[in-house]
């Protein structure tokens, strides 16, 4: 049985899912609203569907990715800036984004915000209440809030909403159909997207791997076919790996792979590189094929120099100190005595 779902443009609520009687008496008491089904790319407006007393028939949308029937809103966007970096994305009316908590840095008027249980995946779209209870488990699991927020574009013309990168680095944006509708990434990676991508996790079934691979035995995986913008510390490299093409990378620097990329840790060979080379006991491999992006800057690692800084007795710094070490800093007055 074909479900319609209505939006009127300046009005948060939705109405749906409706049958096709109920859908038609709607439609008649309400020209100016937006309709959706199943089968159609994008909100339609009324008169432009037959089905409804319209004029010209809605298109036909494309077999869905993975077989997903909850294909993703497709939005405009652009990433500004190269340090501390953030996206911006422009909406059509009806469209919507979903952003992690914290990530909004701005947004016009007429993109409303609606914080929902789970990943917002299933936003208008009729799922069930075991759907987002789903959703919002796993986005527990992978150190997310049980909730997300979407951002819907409910006026007429373009509106633009952004998120902000957490701390320095790179964000990358990523359309999910060209990677073959899936991307295993690092736990705290995802920072926006388009409505219908999901996020789930992804188990690593080797034990070492997940003990000493730097993510844990728990990774995001994002699925869909639509826009994802992932968050990377530092600067972001990309390789193609061939079948049975292996490399080698420091446990904390892989941002994201392909679903077809193996991942596994080997021990650093010799003790004198084990235990004094400073890169610890095991390394990440990464074998093809399939694309990976590896990150210069882990927060782990931005975070332990941080720490490393700070001063270890509760007290206020002033500096990196004189050469003199101690005796420099009771020479130039930085006591706590």
């Known amino acids: 049985m074909t479900q319609w779902y209505f939006h009127v443009p300046g009005k948060a609520d939705r109405v749906g899912p409706l049958d096709e009687e109920a859908a038609r008496q709607y439609a008649q008491a309400n020209r100016q609203a937006l309709a959706w089904r199943d089968g159609m790319q994008g909100w339609l407006a009324i008169a432009q569907i037959p089905e409804l007393g319209g004029q ?5 949308m494309p077999p869905p990715v993975g077989g997903s029937h909850n294909r993703a809103d497709d939005i405009d966007f652009k990433i500004v800036g190269h340090e501390m970096q ?11 984004a979903i952003a992690e908590a914290g990530a909004l840095m701005f947004k016009d008027s007429a993109v409303q915000m609606d914080t929902v249980f789970g990943d917002g995946s299933h936003t208008g779209q009729g799922g069930g209440f075991m759907d987002k209870l789903m959703s919002a488990g796993k986005r527990v699991i992978t150190g997310e809030s049980l909730f997300a927020t979407v951002y819907t574009h409910t006026g007429g013309g373009k509106a633009k909403v952004a998120f902000a990168a957490p701390y320095p680095g790179t964000v990358l944006a990523m359309k999910l159909d060209q990677h073959g509708g899936k991307l295993i990434c690092q736990k705290d990676s995802f920072l926006a997207g388009a409505r219908g991508v999901q996020i789930g ?14 993510e844990g035995f728990i990774m995001q995986k994002l699925e869909g076919d639509g826009w994802v ?52 006991v095991f390394l990440a491999t990464l074998t093809g094929p399939g694309k990976v992006w590896l990150q210069s800057l882990p927060f782990s690692r931005l975070a332990g120099r941080m720490f490393a800084a700070a001063p270890q007795g509760g007290g206020q710094s002033r500096g990196e100190g004189s050469v003199l070490g101690g005796l420099g800093r009771l020479l130039d007055g930085d006591n706590k005595f």
Do not use: N
Request: proline residues 4%.
């Open 201 to 214: 996790i992804h188990l690593q079934r080797k034990v070492m791997t997940g003990l000493f691979g730097g």
């Open 56 to 60: 010209t028939a809605p298109p036909a």
């Open 229 to 280: 913008f992932v968050h990377a510390g530092g600067c972001v490299v990309e390789r193609e790996l061939a079948a049975g093409e292996r490399i080698d990378v420091d446990t904390g620097c892989v941002v994201a792979y392909h679903a077809g990329v193996d991942m596994d840790v080997r021990r650093v060979a010799g003790l004198k590189s084990m235990f004094f080379g400073g890169e610890g």
């Open 86 to 96: 953030f996206v911006e994305i422009e909406l059509d009316p009806g469209e919507s």
